[in-house]
T-cell receptor
Framework: DQQVKQNSPSLSVQEGRISILNCDYTNSMFDYFLWYKKYPAEGPTFLISISSIKDKNEDGRFTVFLNKSAKHLSLHIVPSQPGDSAVYFCAAFKEGDYKLSFGAGTTVTVRA | DVKVTQSSRYLVKRTGEKVFLECVQD?????MFWYRQDPGLGLRLIYFSYDVKMKEKGDIPEGYSVSREKKERFSLILESASTNQTSMYLC?????????????FGQGTRLTVV
């Protein structure tokens, strides 16, 4: 029973344009949401996170938006760069718990 | 910088073999995790440990066991490898419990069981 879902397996975007990655979750008890980026043959690396008490968090080109009523979050990358081509995983966890629940991932390809 | 190191990048094992995957972290993290990554399924938690000699089952523990004899080391054991255990295995560690616990990952071990 996957509690975190990324329904778009892939996304192709032109360099310089905006990439929007979506994530839905079913567990209303989640307190934190994170995005990880993964290149082939490497482990995931942390990108950005947001607490459930906020609706937006920004870090440079990356912004995460949280809509708690819809149980939906999104990651915006502006402007997209070739080095952003990677798999992006959405993850969530409940404070006091140990584990992260991950989505299936979205492969982003940035075209020159 | 946190470093999580997995002992092998690539492994090929035969069906029925006992397989050990080793993971070491150098940041004194309490929590350590083993995930497997498969296409279309994302990262699924196999086992985790929140302290030395402590272990908890994750979402898919069948066919696996773990060992944590020292705080910095967490081993994943495939008791009798099967072809459906061919996957990318990722070790991770994190600090504490009641925090925004960002997990740090190793580089992964691509295991092929033939």
């Amino acid at each position: 029973d996957q509690q975190v879902k990324q329904n778009s397996p892939s996304l192709s975007v032109q360099e310089g344009r905006i990439s929007i990655l979506n994530c839905d979750y079913t567990n209303s008890m989640f307190d934190y949401f994170l995005w990880y980026k993964k290149y082939p043959a490497e482990g995931p690396t942390f990108l950005i996170s947001i607490s459930s008490i906020k609706d937006k968090n920004e870090d440079g080109r990356f912004t995460v938006f949280l809509n708690k009523s819809a149980k939906h979050l999104s990651l915006h990358i502006v402007p997209s760069q070739p080095g952003d081509s990677a798999v992006y995983f959405c993850a969530a966890f409940k404070e006091g718990d140990y584990k992260l629940s991950f989505g299936a991932g979205t492969t982003v390809t940035v075209r020159a | 910088d946190v470093k999580v190191t997995q002992s092998s990048r690539y492994l090929v094992k035969r069906t029925g073999e006992k397989v050990f995957l080793e993971c070491v972290q150098d940041m004194d993290h309490e929590n350590m995790f083993w995930y497997r990554q498969d296409p279309g399924l994302g990262l699924r938690l196999i086992y985790f440990s929140y302290d030395v000699k402590m272990k908890e089952k994750g979402d898919i523990p069948e066919g696996y066991s773990v060992s944590r004899e020292k705080k910095e080391r967490f081993s994943l054991i495939l008791e009798s490898a099967s072809t459906n255990q061919t996957s990318m295995y990722l070790c991770a560690s994190s600090y504490g419990r009641n925090k925004n616990t960002e997990a740090f990952f190793g580089q992964g071990t691509r295991l092929t069981v033939v």
